[in-house]
């Protein structure tokens, strides 16, 4: 019997609801497999707590996380705490204390599932976001504060190291694709430090990959084709932020910023990676049950993958595919299913299952 240790970290808002849901379709798995089992240890690490306690990480956390396999986190966000506080407090804090550089953002519009583009059924991308340095390394400051000569900087900061890992990575994710295709894409007709840098980079990692077909692109002229030409896309490659702005893109053109997951892995494992649905706290309809749990299930068959349970996670997407097709829909997607309705329908899809 293999045993997974996983940390969970709901988080606010609808996070408590869709990673509950995430739980009991990964028991389900596991009851159907009969080979391997989840150990789940839960974290309150929430904005709740840090309105009370004070902090979202208690001392010590992180080394208490340290030693799960995964770590499986709903959302964090909340209207009492400004937004780059509870960012940067939880999430920043976990990933680059565990060196999760590379965020992966797969977008694929799920059979049922309605997109407002055109086409979009050709969409199968996968966005690799760098995530550790870039636009959103933290450095900067403010002098003459609430003067009117006031001057904010942020500082982007980019490395050869961080470039060249996160491009060997792309690539190598490229090329385990059946299209094997990569575009890089950058700002570097404007920006010609960091980003030219990032392009000379990824043209010498592109050397030892010769059978990966790879082409480049500007951030805002991508923009265009993700809308104008999705299938000439496969795998994509950009910095923290431009990555940050396009994956949101693919996931509303996907279908709704409920189904899209998302992981931030170690690719090298020296710490936990983690798995979260791309959306956010979402206070609008949090406690009312009708959150769409598909981001979350979608993200918990990324760490199923990642744990090497690949039977279950391919069980897992046949089940999640069976359902959209089915009709079967949240408030989001137009229909009037409730998370606990969408649960159950993939629980007994799984049971089901040959
Ligand atoms: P954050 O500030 O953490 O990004 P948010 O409150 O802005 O959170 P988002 O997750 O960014 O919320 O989502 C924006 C809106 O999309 C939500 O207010 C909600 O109406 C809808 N939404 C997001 N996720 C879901 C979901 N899983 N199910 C249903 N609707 C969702
Ligand atoms: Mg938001």
Redesign the pocket.
């Known amino acids: 019997m293999r045993t997974h240790k996983v940390a969970v970290i709901p988080g606010d808002g609808?996070g408590l609801e869709?990673i509950e849901a995430g739980k009991q379709v990964i028991e389900a798995l596991a009851k159907k497999s009969g080979d391997f089992n989840f150990e789940f240890e839960d974290f309150d690490w929430s904005s709740k707590r840090y309105l009370e306690q004070g902090e979202y990480i208690p001392e010590g956390g992180l080394a208490k996380l340290a030693k799960f396999d995964a770590i499986y986190f709903g959302?964090?966000?909340s209207q009492d705490v400004p937004?780059h506080v509870s960012l940067w407090d939880l999430r920043l804090a976990i990933c680059q204390g565990f060196d999760q550089y590379a965020n992966v953002r797969p977008a694929r519009v799920l059979p049922g599932v309605k997109s407002r583009l055109e086409g979009a059924d050709k969409i199968d991308w996968v966005i690799i976001r760098e995530n550790s340095e870039g636009e959103y390394s933290g450095n900067g400051g403010r002098v003459h504060q609430g003067l009117p000569d006031e001057i904010g900087t942020e500082l982007s900061i980019f490395s050869r190291k961080g470039i060249e890992r996160i491009h060997r990575f792309a690539f190598e994710m490229a090329q385990s694709r059946p299209r094997k295709k990569l575009t890089l894409v950058t700002k570097s007709n404007a920006q010609r430090h960091g980003m030219v840098l990032w392009d000379e980079v990824f043209f010498e990692v592109a050397k030892d990959f010769p059978e990966v077909e790879i082409d480049r692109e500007l951030v805002d002229a991508v923009t265009t084709r993700m809308v104008l030409k999705p299938e000439t896309l496969d795998v994509v490659v950009a910095t923290n932020l431009h990555a940050d702005i396009l994956s949101d893109l693919a996931a509303a053109l996907s279908g709704s910023?409920?189904i899209a997951p998302t992981a931030n892995l170690n690719p090298e494992r020296s710490f936990p990676s983690m798995f979260e649905?791309i959306?956010?706290?979402?206070?609008?309809?949090a406690g009312q049950g009708i959150?769409?749990p598909v981001?979350s299930f979608w993200t918990a068959a990324m760490m199923l993958e990642y744990l090497g349970e690949n039977t279950a996670a391919e069980r897992l997407m046949a089940a999640i595919e069976r359902l959209t097709e089915s009709g079967m829909q949240?408030k989001?997607l137009g229909g009037d299913a409730m998370t606990r309705d969408v649960t159950a329908a993939i629980c007994a899809d799984i049971e089901a299952q040959g």
């Not at 959306?279 to 309809?285: C, K, L, N, P, T």
């Open positions: 609808i869709v959302a964090v966000g937004d910023l409920g649905p959306h956010g706290s979402a206070f609008d309809i959150a769409n981001g949240t989001d």
